[in-house]
């Protein structure tokens, strides 16, 4: 019975010190990468923004993807954009700085929902939608419940169909339990992301080297807080069920756009995500030797893709 205490006791101190640990690690998260803008209410939880450039000139929306933040795109494309467009900038709903009351609103329909109250709430017109791997998938979504918020979508790196083989480097978000999210999130997570950051970096970029600067300037630091862990996971699960649906509904798309990829992309496959999409009105378009994380690596070719699709008639 002894060493079974002096067991249980050890266990639970582990589970202390890892506890602590995280704590420690988001709180220098949010000191290296503090809010960045404002944040506007939405039914369901709030959403983080930065906006610049004329505000009478056309509106461009930016969504980023899985597990990431809105600094993917402030970290080059935003500055190359600014001068011609009114341009807004998110944290996805449950990213970032941006907040879920609960994590079933990680479906792409409420994600999609959330993001049509905030262009309600800032009295947008139709806007320019960029999605970003995820925020591809989200754009669709919004395309297709809220058509008249879409005049045209620029989709990089796109996920757009179900996607049974989970890149290994998601595959410790596939939690189920809301419960063990927050288990993991608020102990072994934060302390292995961490541990295999450069590993993980350079599956994401792949075939490219990645950025030097991502942890700070494009704000991946902040994927060491807890709360970061619990939506990344709730994102991903709830993909396996919403993306079979959205899939099937791509006939009722009206909204014009295009696809933009990289031939080398290690995360989702151009030939799976990327081609299929012009049965369905869509343009594609390839780089060849690029990988996934184009808005940082190739942002001048992502700027003159978003402005090619921009010029589209509305739909």
């Known amino acids: 019975m002894t060493y079974l205490v002096a067991a249980i ?4 101190a582990i589970v202390v010190l890892l506890f602590l640990y995280t704590r420690k690690l988001a709180s220098d998260a949010v000191r290296a990468v ?3 803008g404002q944040v506007q209410p939405v039914n369901g939880g709030t959403i983080h923004y930065v906006e610049m450039g004329p505000q009478d000139a056309p509106t461009i929306i930016l969504i980023h993807g899985l597990a990431g933040q809105l600094q993917h795109y402030t970290y080059a494309m935003t500055d190359l954009l600014k001068d011609d467009f009114h341009v807004i900038v ?3 709903p449950g990213s970032g700085y941006s907040e879920r009351a609960q994590d079933d609103l990680a479906a792409l329909p409420e994600q999609a929902r959330m993001v049509a ?5 800032k009295k947008l017109e139709k806007s320019v939608v960029v999605g970003h791997s995820l925020g591809g998938a989200l754009t669709l979504a919004l395309a297709l419940d809220y058509p008249d918020k879409v005049s045209s979508m620029a989709l990089i790196a796109p996920l757009t169909q179900v996607q049974e083989d989970v890149p290994d480097i998601f595959k410790g978000l596939e939690l189920r339990s809301p419960l063990m999210r927050r288990i993991v999130g608020n102990t072994i997570a934060a302390p292995m992301g961490k541990a295999t950051a450069d590993k993980v970096l350079t599956f994401a970029f792949a075939p490219e080297k990645p950025v030097s600067d991502f942890m700070i300037r494009a704000a991946a ?3 060491l807080r807890p709360v970061a862990f619990v939506g990344a996971s709730s994102d991903m699960v709830m993909l396996q069920d919403a993306m079979p649906i959205q899939a099937a509904r791509y006939g009722e798309l009206k909204v014009p756009g295009g696809v ?3 031939d080398g992309d290690t995360i989702l496959n151009h030939e799976k995500h990327g081609k299929p999409m012009t049965a369905f009105g869509l343009t594609y378009e390839e780089m060849a030797g690029r990988g996934h994380m184009l808005p940082m690596t190739a942002p001048q070719e992502c700027v003159d893709f978003v402005r090619r699709m921009a010029a589209l008639p509305s739909g």
């Open 34 to 36: 503090p809010q960045a």
């Open 221 to 223: 630091i902040l994927g």
């Open 117 to 121: 109250d905030f262009m309600n709430a």
């Open 90 to 92: 998110i944290d996805r």
């Open 9 to 12: 006791l050890i266990v639970l």
């Open 260 to 262: 933009l990829y990289g």
